[in-house]
């Protein structure tokens, strides 16, 4: 997978000129790296990796971990999502259980416990069906305020403003 953008400083081909310019021309490392534009560290660790897994280690690898953690057992999977039930927050769970955050979080997320709205079931949409048309009518109401007179900005005197605009 090939996701770089374009001002990279450790694409494929960077690598490779990196094995090249080291192990192959004999360069120095901190040549290379100046001429690179990468730190030495991050020429250390492509040599290490060439030299350990060959061209093959000079691609991209995700930053996804690589192992996954054990299952939690499934009686504590249980009392989380009980817990939860009662409307705990995920802290609160962590803390009564001794154990971490994020551990608590990614239960509640697979279970689809995670917002305060999913632990409610939705209620059943109302539909109001007449045999015939007209059946039923549906009116909107507004409250329309009434303006009497002039206001002060057109006659230029507050002392004339009046009270009590009334609603039609």
Do not use: C
């Amino acid at each position: 997978m090939n996701n770089h953008h374009q001002n990279a400083g450790s694409t494929l081909f960077s690598r490779a000129l990196i094995v090249q310019g080291v192990l192959k021309e004999e360069k120095r490392v901190r040549e290379v790296a100046k001429a690179l534009g990468v730190s030495q560290r991050t020429v250390y660790k492509w040599l290490a990796g060439y030299r350990s897994g060959g061209k093959a280690a000079l691609h991209s690898r995700g930053s996804w971990t690589r192992r996954r953690s054990r299952p939690l057992p499934v009686g504590r999977v249980a009392t989380i999502a009980a817990m939860r039930r009662m409307r705990m927050h995920s802290s609160g769970i962590a803390f009564s259980l001794s154990m971490p955050l994020s551990a608590v979080t990614l239960e509640l997320r697979r279970f689809g416990l995670n917002r305060l709205p999913h632990l409610e079931p939705k209620l059943p949409v109302i539909l109001y069906e007449h045999q015939d048309p007209g059946d039923m009518i549906h009116l909107d109401s507004k409250k329309l305020g009434k303006i009497d007179g002039r206001g002060h900005r057109i006659h230029g005197d507050r002392s004339k403003r009046k009270r009590g605009i009334v609603w039609e």
